[in-house]
């Protein structure tokens, strides 16, 4: 218990000192996950949003696919990118194995399942007869496809909340198409495995501290976004 106190005790003394390792960790940490759920967000929204609305063959196997796609390990999907991105693999003359950009490749593939899903079913909860109504009044099918979303915004803004807490996390990929490098692609939670590993538990706490308070913001934002939502309407 002592250890503990004494480690989380270090762990503040580090992040109120501004520690240049730290933070260098966590700037990594939120720029590539940034990158990606910005890459990802609007090609979920299109995918989901044709999935609910539009008609076509092979709809409900695709839809079928997004959902098994979900469960699919965060290390099977950097074992993939590392084959694709490796010297040997189609994509190798690009050189992006061990890049930030490796990373977000990866994260965006981690994502895109998850954000196509919640955000299908947000849509499909929504008024169906929205769609017609708004080209029925004469707005484009871009307008159209906006107005549908504005109705469900707090479910598609849940979606990509919990997309982004699932990249943000995630290790397994990481580590494998990123190769913890210390300053390039040492994110929170590579870094939080590899001082663990060392017995180095000062770092890791503050970087779990860090995804801890994090989490908490961004689901108080959405709470007060949806508290606000109600009271104006």
Not at 56 to 85: D, E, I, K, Q
Not at 110 to 134: K, V
Request: with cysteine; aromatic share 8%.
């Amino acid at each position: 218990m002592n250890e503990l106190t004494q480690a989380s005790h270090q762990a503040l003394q580090l992040l109120a000192s501004g520690d240049g390792v730290l933070w260098s960790i966590i700037g990594v940490s939120f720029s590539v996950s940034l990158r990606a759920i910005a890459i990802a967000t609007p090609l979920a929204l299109l995918g989901a949003f044709a999935l609910a609305y539009l008609r076509f063959p092979g709809r409900r196997t695709l839809v079928t696919a997004v959902n098994t796609l979900m469960a699919v390990p965060a290390v099977v999907v950097g074992l993939t990118v590392y084959l694709l991105l490796s010297r040997s693999g189609p994509l190798g003359a690009l050189h992006l194995l061990f890049t930030q950009w490796a990373m977000i490749i990866g994260q965006v593939l981690l994502c895109l399942p998850l954000l196509i899903a919640m955000a299908h079913a947000a849509l499909q909860s929504g008024d169906q007869r929205a769609w017609e109504t708004a080209l029925t009044l004469g707005a484009n099918r871009w307008r159209a496809m906006c107005t549908v979303m504005y109705e469900v915004r707090f479910g598609l803004l849940a979606a990509v909340i919990a997309a982004f807490g699932r990249i943000i996390a995630e290790v397994g990929c990481s580590m494998m198409v990123g190769g913890n490098i210390l300053y390039h692609t040492r994110n929170i939670p590579t870094a939080i495995a590899l001082e663990t590993s060392k017995g180095e538990f000062a770092q890791g706490i503050a970087l779990g501290i860090v995804l801890l308070a994090f989490a908490l913001a961004l689901n108080f934002g959405l709470g007060y976004a949806q508290g606000s939502g109600e009271v104006s309407r």
